[in-house]
């Protein structure tokens, strides 16, 4: 085991040497993607890393009464009728309540794109970040090839914790998205279900599903499995679903990779919620999660629907983006 990770490490060490080109303006329509058309205007401001402009305003944070009744639906039709009385209970997603008043907040960029692995490599290479998330990223044992593969440059960063996440924004001169600007750059002023609106378009994002074996008597749970139907099996590169873009244009909110925000998860929800750019309880136990990955059924993938993890937890599903503040 011991000669494999030295042999792992290496491996990794020589693909940060190796410099490797993408073209990360190339999008990838996905073969019979219908959605609603974009409209508004997109604000794009290039420094660096591509970023998006989203602008001061008040959204609805979490779910009504009745997106709730919509999203246990979608879960039982998901997880069907075995399942449906353990993981579809109201009280799992109680959490995502919405508050009775709006919330406010002030403007500020979002990266378009999730941190690529390009993006995190450069980092190591130039030593502001730690190597450990590029040994999870790449599978083990593996031959170069596969390694190699996980390791493209255009692949959304995974295996990083929380605070090698919060690390890497600090190092860029940003910060990672509180839950309310994640959710806010996701769903827009009209609070819609997904990035690209309240109707489910399982072509338009990177999702998973209720795996087939979850049918045999002996699982008590549901497990989650890939979905190839949504044209990838596992990571796709960023940018891949350019038509589920938010109404901000920030890209890839849904599905591919989980992704880390700043915030202490609230078990009670938001019935303590500030009203003016709220940034979560002061401690916690687990850091936030948003927008589900590559695994995550439909009712997961919900702009609205919350995680949590201890933040030193690592996962190859499981990635970030950071954010930066517009001048007052």
Known sequence: MLGQVRALKLGVAVLIAVAVTVDLDVKVVRAGAEAPAHSGKIDVVYRGHDMVKVPRGSFRIGSTAAQLERALDLCAREVGERFEELACQSQFFEDELTPPRPITLFGFLMDRFEVTVGEYRACVAAGGCAIDPLLVAAPEPAPAAAIRDALADDLPMV???????????????????????????????????????????????????????????????????????????????????????SPFGVEDLAGNVAEWVSDWYAAGGYARIESLAPRGPASGVFKVLRGGSYLSPAYRTRSASREGLPPGERAAWLGFRCVRDLPP
Not at 182 to 187: I, K, N, Q, V
Not at 198 to 204: F, V
């Open 159 to 245: 295996g990083v914790t929380w605070y090698e996440a919060a690390a890497y924004c600090k190092r860029a001169g940003k910060r990672l998205p509180t839950e309310a600007e994640w959710e806010y750059a996701a769903r827009g002023a009209t609070a819609r279900t997904w990035p690209f609106g309240s109707r489910l378009y399982p072509t338009l994002m990177n999702h998973g599903q209720i795996a087939p074996e979850s049918i045999a008597a002996t699982q008590t749970l549901p497990l989650f499995a890939v979905d190839e139907r949504d044209g990838q099996r596992y990571r796709a590169p960023v940018g891949s679903y350019p038509h589920g873009k």
